[in-house]
């Protein structure tokens, strides 16, 4: 009987573990991905990778291999390269410098002000830099004030950014010289009669903004394909053209500087005039780097002010969260700088992404294609897999790189705050990632912690989305659907 009674309990075991075994199986693949497709609009393409923390095997892999447009989860590729290429300690530092020496309350010689691509510098930053000057007993320069980029050099906007959206502060070109994130603001005002001008209402930044705005009536036929445009110009000149209905209110616009160096010269000679010191000289820009590829000395000069940003890990959490561009794009360029001790191009940062995160990190980045930081680039080409691989990464050595802290938060703040599907699904405060859009591109890369406290890996690169022109009011619709479903399933079955 005893026998008997251990055989009972044996078989009774196996049974449990059988069940548990299908239970796992079922969680793993509780519904196929391709269920998922027909809640997508007709034509959009999905790639999509879903995997264990520390495993090699994928437990989702739906054209993962497939190569599409990152958009902003290019950043997380850029937030790796950058802190294991720079270090926790960077920070961007701009200075007042020169060879000369002060005699009488003059500097006999040249101001320099060597600006180092700082995304986050302030105009009241280089006011106190002016006051640090004047606090030195410096009232006139003899010299010229020369505006020292040569950190940076080639273009400032990415191969492959859109022509139209260069003036809209979301793609501000990532200069050398940065002031106030380069972007500014005016209010244009309707005419009183139809037919006339729109005029723009003053302002106080050293920029040239001139209206050919046509003021149309109330109702006019003309105003359903009479567009704003904002045409930019040489030196920050800008003008606006096309229509504009008549209103009381003006109409608010955000532009971006298209020539940092400029605009960042003529905001410090108003500072200099303001402080009281006297400039006998110009206004300068100094684009090639005093050093060379033959290694000649760099001469040195005083300092006589300076400003910092803050550390690395604090502007790589602002560019992840809020998904910042400017931020972004002056990293990268500066990685490449720093890398190759060139000027910072998009070439140069592209190939020093590149060698750093294969060399540092054994990932190998084969036939993607990287232009810049930000993921703006039409040219950028990423696979889910490639990003799997940064991924794994960082989730295995986090402790070192503290990099998902800085990941949006489902629910609760970023660019994940208001991410409706994510919140249907249940997973708000589990899932930690970045998002990325584009027009007819929407994309999520990051961690997620099921329901049975597994984290995982996720990449999903969603393009060639499009609805009808009578459904672009409820275009994410169909993408609330699909994402609600798959991250619910991931969650609960996992």
């Given at each position: 009987?005893?026998?008997?009674?251990?055989?009972?309990?044996?078989?009774?075991?196996?049974?449990?573990?059988?069940?548990?075994?299908?239970?796992?199986?079922?969680?793993?693949?509780?519904?196929?991905?391709?269920?998922?497709i027909?809640?997508?609009?007709?034509?959009?393409?999905?790639?999509?990778?879903?995997?264990?923390?520390?495993?090699?095997?994928?437990?989702?892999?739906?054209?993962?291999?497939?190569?599409?447009?990152?958009?902003?989860?290019?950043?997380?590729?850029?937030?790796?390269?950058?802190?294991?290429?720079?270090?926790?300690?960077?920070?961007?530092?701009?200075?007042?410098?020169?060879?000369?020496?002060?005699?009488?309350?003059?500097?006999?010689?040249?101001?320099?002000?060597?600006?180092?691509?700082?995304?986050?510098?302030?105009?009241?930053?280089?006011?106190?830099?002016?006051?640090t000057?004047?606090?030195?007993?410096?009232?006139?320069?003899?010299?010229?004030?020369?505006?020292?980029?040569?950190?940076?050099?080639?273009?400032?906007?990415?191969?492959?950014?859109?022509?139209?959206?260069?003036?809209?502060?979301?793609?501000?070109?990532?200069?050398?010289?940065?002031?106030?994130?380069?972007?500014?603001?005016?209010?244009?005002?309707?005419?009183?009669?139809?037919?006339?001008?729109?005029?723009?209402?003053?302002?106080?930044?050293?920029?040239?903004?001139?209206?050919?705005?046509?003021?149309?009536?109330?109702?006019?036929?003309?105003?359903?394909y009479c567009?704003?445009?904002?045409?930019?110009?040489?030196?920050?000149?800008f003008?606006?053209?096309?229509?504009?209905?008549?209103?009381?209110?003006?109409?608010?616009?955000?532009?971006?500087?298209?020539?940092?160096?400029?605009?960042?010269?003529?905001?410090?000679?108003?500072?200099?005039?303001k402080?009281?010191?006297q400039?006998?000289?110009?206004?300068?820009?100094?684009?090639?780097?005093?050093?060379?590829?033959?290694?000649?000395?760099?001469?040195?000069?005083?300092?006589?002010?300076?400003?910092?940003?803050?550390?690395?890990?604090?502007?790589?959490?602002?560019?992840?969260?809020?998904?910042?561009?400017?931020?972004?794009?002056?990293?990268?360029?500066?990685?490449?700088?720093?890398?190759?001790?060139?000027?910072?191009?998009?070439?140069?940062?592209?190939n020093a992404?590149?060698?750093?995160?294969?060399?540092?990190?054994?990932?190998?980045?084969?036939n993607?294609?990287?232009v810049?930081?930000?993921?703006?680039?039409?040219?950028?080409?990423?696979?889910?897999?490639?990003?799997?691989?940064?991924?794994?990464?960082?989730?295995?050595?986090?402790?070192?790189?503290?990099?998902?802290?800085?990941?949006?938060?489902?629910?609760?703040?970023?660019?994940?705050?208001?991410?409706g599907?994510?919140?249907?699904?249940?997973?708000?405060?589990?899932?930690?990632?970045?998002?990325?859009?584009?027009?007819?591109?929407?994309?999520?890369?990051?961690?997620?912690?099921?329901?049975?406290?597994?984290?995982?890996?996720?990449?999903?690169?969603?393009?060639?989305?499009?609805?009808?022109?009578?459904?672009?009011?409820?275009?994410?619709?169909?993408?609330?659907?699909?994402?609600?479903?798959?991250?619910?399933?991931?969650?609960?079955?996992?």
């Open positions: 009987m005893k026998i008997t009674y251990l055989s009972q309990i044996v078989n009774r075991l196996a049974y449990t573990v059988t069940i548990v075994m299908l239970c796992c199986n079922m969680r793993v693949h509780a519904e196929p991905i391709e269920s998922y027909p809640s997508l609009p007709d034509g959009a393409n999905l790639a999509l990778i879903v995997q264990k923390i520390g495993s090699k095997t994928p437990l989702i892999n739906y054209h993962a291999d497939r190569m599409a447009l990152p958009a902003s989860t290019q950043k997380v590729l850029t937030a790796l390269a950058a802190l294991l290429q720079l270090g926790a300690d960077f920070r961007f530092t701009t200075t007042l410098e020169s060879p000369a020496i002060v005699t009488n309350g003059a500097l006999s010689g040249d101001l320099i002000i060597r600006f180092s691509g700082d995304p986050t510098l302030t105009r009241q930053q280089l006011r106190d830099m002016i006051t000057l004047k606090k030195t007993g410096i009232r006139r320069i003899t010299g010229n004030f020369i505006v020292d980029t040569s950190v940076f050099s080639s273009h400032d906007m990415a191969p492959g950014w859109s022509w139209n959206d260069t003036v809209q502060c979301f793609s501000t070109p990532p200069a050398a010289a940065i002031v106030d994130r380069n972007c500014f603001s005016v209010s244009l005002q309707s005419a009183q009669n139809p037919g006339n001008t729109a005029f723009v209402e003053p302002y106080s930044y050293p920029v040239q903004v001139s209206s050919e705005v046509r003021t149309l009536a109330k109702g006019s036929v003309d105003a359903q567009e704003l445009d904002i045409v930019p110009g040489e030196l920050n000149q003008t606006l053209r096309g229509c504009l209905t008549r209103r009381e209110d003006p109409i608010r616009l955000a532009i971006a500087i298209q020539n940092g160096a400029s605009y960042a010269g003529a905001i410090l000679k108003n500072e200099l005039k402080a009281g010191i400039l006998d000289g110009h206004l300068r820009q100094k684009t090639i780097a005093a050093t060379t590829f033959l290694n000649k000395s760099k001469p040195t000069n005083n300092i006589l002010a300076q400003v910092q940003s803050a550390p690395l890990p604090q502007l790589l959490k602002a560019m992840l969260k809020k998904s910042d561009n400017l931020i972004a794009d002056s990293i990268f360029r500066t990685i490449g700088h720093q890398r190759f001790g060139v000027p910072g191009t998009w070439r140069a940062g592209a992404v590149r060698q750093v995160l294969r060399e540092k990190a054994r990932i190998d980045l084969g993607s294609i990287v810049d930081g930000s993921g703006l680039s039409r040219h950028n080409l990423l696979s889910p897999t490639t990003m799997m691989q940064v991924l794994q990464y960082i989730a295995q050595n986090d402790k070192k790189l503290n990099i998902i802290s800085m990941l949006p938060l489902s629910g609760h703040d970023g660019t994940l705050l208001y991410r599907s994510l919140h249907e699904a249940g997973v708000t405060g589990k899932v930690s990632a970045k998002t990325g859009a584009l027009q007819g591109v929407y994309n999520l890369a990051g961690f997620i912690t099921t329901a049975s406290g597994q984290r995982m890996a996720f990449v999903q690169f969603l393009s060639g989305y499009a609805v009808p022109p009578e459904a672009q009011r409820n275009r994410r619709v169909p993408l609330l659907r699909f994402e609600s479903r798959l991250y619910k399933d991931i969650y609960k079955n996992n």
